[in-house]
């Protein structure tokens, strides 16, 4: 075990409400390509920026070329295997269930932090898990949206079905900010992985942190390594999977 390892662990035995922050690396280590990325985007088949597609304005505009999109870089229907949660997820949930974690507050939409089993997550870009019908509201689970040709419609109305994922020029969720927040405020330890910590509302979170531990797992170096007690550059499923809750 390294010496870094050892800290973490010293520092995990004696939380008891340790919050975890995370971001796209999460979701890499389980095979979901982060679509901000360099290599992601702009080699691809694609007309427009992701940042353009992934917009409220063009979802309005132009829903067959949004969903052409979202169907194959976020939803990955012609992928072989569903992505699976990774070691990180699976800890994750298991300190939540021995009572050391309070909450996961994640940057990613894929939801494998409930199929790991984690109960208490603030997902602040929404869930590909939730889809709604724009017109009656009607909810729409994912494998509704896999399995439509197309634009998705409603089977009640007819309208055009929008996941609950929050896409450029659209807020955040009030009450899901509100609880990250209150969560953050409360912890005695948080633990940041998976992101570089310079893009907004990462950057801000980290503010309302008043404990005693602040903890920083990125294989990259971040904007806040310097006010870290404890920074490891590696990756984030290795180092929180070698932990013993
Ligand atoms: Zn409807």
């Known amino acids: 075990m390294s010496e870094e390892i050892s800290k973490l662990q010293e520092i995990v035995n004696g939380a008891h409400s340790i919050v975890f922050f995370g971001g796209a690396g999460v979701s890499t280590e389980s095979g979901i390509p982060d679509f901000r990325s360099v290599d992601g985007l702009y080699n691809q088949k694609y007309d427009y920026p992701p940042e353009e597609i992934l917009s409220h304005t063009f ?15 976020i939803l990955m229907v012609d992928a072989k295997e569903e992505p699976k949660p990774n070691a990180a997820h699976l800890k994750l949930a298991e300190l939540e269930k021995a009572g050391k974690l309070s909450a996961v507050v994640t940057q990613n939409i894929d939801g494998l932090h409930q ?19 724009t017109s009656c509201h009607k909810f729409f ?14 089977d009640e109305c007819g309208s055009i079905v929008k996941p609950d994922v ?4 659209e807020g955040l969720d009030d009450e899901t900010i509100d609880g990250a927040v209150r969560a953050i405020r409360n912890a005695d330890v948080l633990i940041i992985g998976g992101t570089s ?23 990259g170096e971040t904007a806040q390594d310097k006010n870290a007690d404890l920074c490891i550059h590696d990756s984030i499923g290795k180092v929180l999977g070698s932990i013993t809750v």
Do not use: W
């Open 59 to 73: 979802f309005v505009r132009k829903p067959e070329e949004f969903y052409k999109f979202y169907r194959d870089k």
């Open 115 to 133: 199929a790991a089993g984690s109960k208490t997550v603030y997902e602040l870009h929404g869930s590909i898990h939730r889809n709604y019908c």
């Open 141 to 154: 689970d994912v494998d509704y949206m896999r399995k439509a040709d197309g634009v998705p419609r409603c």
């Open 166 to 169: 929050v896409l450029y020029e």
């Open 197 to 219: 910590l310079v893009v907004y509302p990462a950057a801000g979170f980290v503010n309302y942190f008043r404990g005693s531990h602040l903890v920083l797992i990125n294989k």
